[in-house]
């Protein structure tokens, strides 16, 4: 977003631009690529990192893959980026990704 162009660039700077394609998630994905199991989370009301882009990048990410791994996408709701969550929310959130790692490393 707009208040981290200092650190990252911007794709509006036509010299910065090929950089943050470089290192960009969501374009450097190979469609017939096997990815690992991998779980996107986001929040439905994320004021810092729209939502729509985990979703753009959970479905391209999808459409790529050609293992048998998961692919999938946890959406908090009535959620932000984390400032003032709730402990249930943080709770069931940590839960979540354990339970998706302990899953996906075949874990006992």
Known sequence: ????????????NAE???????YSPYHNLKPGTR???????????????????SFKFAARLQAA?????????RIETSA?????KPTAKIIEESSDELAFLVRSLGMK
Do not use: C, N, Q
């Not at 977003?1 to 509006?12: K, V």
């Not at 990815?35 to 882009?53: E, N, Q």
């Not at 893959?65 to 996408?73: D, K, R």
């Open 1 to 12: 977003g707009r208040f981290w162009t200092d650190d990252y660039g911007s794709a509006d």
């Open 16 to 22: 910065e631009f090929p950089a943050l394609l470089k």
């Open 35 to 53: 990815y690992p199991a991998t779980m996107v989370t986001t929040a439905d009301t994320d004021d810092r990192v729209v939502p729509g882009h």
């Open 65 to 73: 893959h050609t293992g048998t791994t998961p692919v999938l996408i």
């Open 80 to 84: 932000g980026h984390g400032a003032g």
